[in-house]
């Protein structure tokens, strides 16, 4: 027989025991989830410790790179990516601007310009504005050098050479009228090689010998000009002995035209054979010379002329102590 007493003790309990298994049941859920954002979290540290790891890897490769091509550029044909040499004459002496922009600039980098002029060195450090000033005495070539100084290391890339007898070189052209005159002609633009601008020309004859022709066999001569090879010269240092004959100055249509008289010399035909030199002084005091050639060759002779058009190039003299 049932215990009717008991029944309603009975159901409590199961409810207990039923909201106990529930209790039991979300608590377990709930531990599943937090299991699963910690293994969420955890594997989002383990990814971004990855990326940060990959991106130092990265990082550290890129300035491998960058070193390496450093280095390379440092090693190559060049230290510099631009370089200027500029000659001029100043003041009675030879003045070098060399400009340089390096390929790489280091913290505390150096970088000296030089010239080596035969056994004599000159140097100085580039300004903010990358470029140095050397003034020294008239040379007839010179060879550049630049330094990149960084710490105790020292680099030196020598420049082309200059040869500063064709930097100051100027060109002329010939020109015999029927009166005798010998006219050298100038462009009115070789002022700007010539510091203190166009002064007094001479012409220079120098015998040289006797022309010994048969009446008749002579030839004459006209106008003209005639080139050297570019070859380096070495720069006069005097100038020849012989008959001076000052030139007269015209400017006309763009030329500074110097003219010498030599009717003289045809008058009396008595065959000697001259060279004729042309020497011009500028306005600082430098001289120039028709060089190495003379610029002309003449004889005058019974019923004949020669004439032969020979240089076409003017260099300055150096004389000792410039």
Same mark, same amino acid.
């Given at each position: 027989m049932?215990?009717?007493k008991t029944?309603?003790?009975?159901?409590?309990s199961w409810a207990?025991?039923c909201?106990?298994?529930?209790?039991?049941f979300?608590l377990?859920?709930l531990?599943?989830?937090v299991?699963?954002?910690e293994?969420?979290i955890d594997q989002?540290?383990?990814?971004?410790?990855s990326?940060l790891r990959?991106a130092?890897q990265?990082l550290?490769?890129?300035s491998?790179e960058?070193?390496?091509?450093?280095?390379?550029l440092e090693?190559?044909?060049s230290l510099?990516q631009?370089t200027a040499v500029?000659?001029?004459f100043h003041?009675?002496?030879?003045?070098?601007t060399i400009?340089?922009v390096?390929?790489v600039?280091?913290?505390g980098?150096q970088?000296?310009?030089?010239? /080596?002029?035969?056994?004599?060195?000159?140097?100085e450090?580039?300004?903010?504005r990358?470029?140095?000033v050397?003034e020294?005495?008239m040379?007839p070539?010179?060879r550049p050098?630049?330094k990149v100084?960084?710490?105790?290391?020292t680099?030196?890339?020598y420049?082309?050479e200059?040869?500063?007898?064709e930097e100051m070189?100027?060109?002329?052209?010939?020109h015999?009228?029927?009166?005798? /005159?010998l006219?050298?002609?100038?462009d009115?633009s070789?002022?700007?090689?010539?510091?203190g601008?166009?002064?007094?020309?001479?012409?220079?004859l120098?015998?040289?010998?006797q022309?010994d022709?048969?009446?008749g066999q002579?030839?004459?001569g006209?106008?003209g000009?005639?080139?050297?090879s570019?070859?380096?010269?070495?720069l006069?240092h005097e100038?020849?002995e012989g008959?001076?004959?000052?030139?007269?100055?015209?400017i006309?249509?763009g030329f500074?035209?110097y003219?010498? +008289?030599?009717?003289d010399y045809?008058e009396?035909? +008595?065959?000697?054979q001259?060279q004729?030199?042309f020497t011009?002084e500028?306005?600082s005091?430098?001289t120039?010379?028709?060089?190495?050639?003379?610029?002309?060759?003449?004889?005058?002779?019974?019923?004949?002329i020669?004439?032969?058009?020979?240089?076409?190039?003017?260099?300055p003299?150096?004389?000792?102590g410039r």
């Amino acid at each position: 027989m049932e215990d009717k007493k008991t029944g309603p003790g009975k159901v409590f309990s199961w409810a207990v025991i039923c909201l106990l298994a529930v209790n039991v049941f979300l608590l377990f859920s709930l531990k599943g989830k937090v299991d699963r954002l910690e293994n969420a979290i955890d594997q989002t540290r383990i990814m971004a410790d990855s990326n940060l790891r990959e991106a130092n890897q990265e990082l550290s490769r890129q300035s491998a790179e960058l070193e390496q091509i450093a280095d390379m550029l440092e090693k190559s044909e060049s230290l510099f990516q631009e370089t200027a040499v500029e000659t001029a004459f100043h003041d009675g002496r030879l003045q070098v601007t060399i400009r340089a922009v390096p390929k790489v600039q280091r913290e505390g980098q150096q970088i000296a310009a030089g010239i /080596q002029a035969g056994n004599q060195v000159f140097q100085e450090l580039l300004d903010d504005r990358g470029q140095a000033v050397l003034e020294m005495e008239m040379m007839p070539s010179i060879r550049p050098f630049l330094k990149v100084i960084n710490g105790a290391e020292t680099r030196t890339e020598y420049l082309d050479e200059v040869i500063t007898a064709e930097e100051m070189a100027i060109d002329f052209s010939l020109h015999w009228n029927d009166r005798q /005159q010998l006219q050298l002609l100038l462009d009115s633009s070789a002022e700007e090689t010539l510091e203190g601008g166009f002064g007094e020309g001479t012409f220079i004859l120098v015998k040289t010998g006797q022309v010994d022709l048969e009446p008749g066999q002579g030839f004459g001569g006209g106008s003209g000009s005639a080139s050297l090879s570019a070859n380096a010269v070495e720069l006069p240092h005097e100038l020849p002995e012989g008959i001076r004959i000052p030139a007269g100055m015209v400017i006309q249509d763009g030329f500074v035209i110097y003219h010498g +008289d030599f009717s003289d010399y045809a008058e009396t035909a +008595d065959g000697s054979q001259y060279q004729i030199f042309f020497t011009l002084e500028t306005g600082s005091g430098l001289t120039y010379l028709t060089w190495p050639e003379p610029a002309a060759k003449i004889a005058y002779y019974e019923n004949g002329i020669s004439r032969e058009m020979m240089g076409s190039k003017m260099y300055p003299v150096i004389t000792e102590g410039r």
